[in-house]
């Protein structure tokens, strides 16, 4: 193994020495990542604004004992999902949040490419629609599991770290999550067998 200190490694070792610079620079690195993540979670823009302040505040303030065995943003998406239960667990039962027709958040729609002209942008938009009110009606668990694996493109071992179960029960989460949301999105996507 060299001898060298990753970017990474070495930001942190100053943010440990107590340098707010240092710190502020891993949040730059992780901020729209652990806010994408929050709204994948299921909270709304003000929601995910406020629950991301949280998590850095916690992240620094417990960044003493963060080990390294994983990497920083593995950390911090175990903070964002253990806020983010937390909020939504203090939610109200009945409490819904509708996408908006024309939502320009660019966690909620896909970027719009220049290679593709407008309708193909309105169908792109739509999908992603579609994709975001079907994970809203997954269980919390499930959707927990593909938004981690398959949205945010961790690796199982850590996706399941985060979310504090073993390996093979997060991928039952997943299998299940990924079936769920099959069939809530085969009528829009023509995937019916027959």
Known sequence: ???????EHELIRRARAGDGDAFAELVMMSADRV???????GLDPDEADEVAQEVFVRAWRGLARFEE?????????????????RRLSRRPASRAEPVPEHDTDPVLSLA????????????????????????????PDWKAAVVLRDLE?????????????????????????????????????GLEEG
């Open 112 to 139: 719009e490419s220049p290679e593709l002209g407008p309708d193909a942008q309105t169908l792109d938009r739509e999908l992603e629609r579609k994709l975001e009110r079907a994970l809203d009606e997954l269980p």
């Open 1 to 7: 193994m060299s001898g060298a200190a990753s970017p």
């Open 153 to 189: 493109g961790l690796s199982t071992h850590d996706a399941a770290e985060i979310v504090g179960i073993r390996e093979a029960a997060f991928k039952s989460r997943l299998h299940r999550g990924r079936m769920q949301l099959r069939a809530l999105l085969e009528p829009y996507l």
């Open 69 to 85: 065995r994983s990497q920083f943003s593995t950390w911090l998406y175990r903070i964002a999902f253990n806020e983010a239960q």
């Open 35 to 41: 806010y994408g993540a929050l709204r994948r979670f």
